[in-house]
């Protein structure tokens, strides 16, 4: 997501998704949220915008949700 001070965007995601995905990286990193709470906040996204996401055991998810 960030290359030197610069963000970068994949053009294969949404761009609301980008952009949700780099304020939450600047919160961890102003030590505002913890890894926990990013990690949990990025699966939530993932789910939000139909992405497949990992489950905490591993497996993939084929349909997060409908």
């Avoid at 709470?37 to 998810?61: H, M, Q, V």
Wanted: overall charge negative.
């Amino acid at each position: 997501m960030h290359k030197d001070s610069e963000m970068v965007i994949d053009p294969s995601l949404p761009y609301e998704y980008s952009i949700a995905v780099y304020a939450l990286e600047e919160l961890c990193a102003q030590e505002l949220i913890d890894v926990f709470e990013l990690s949990s906040a990025i699966s939530e996204l993932r789910k939000e915008f139909n992405l497949p996401t990992i489950s905490i055991y591993g497996k993939k998810d084929s349909y997060p949700r409908d």
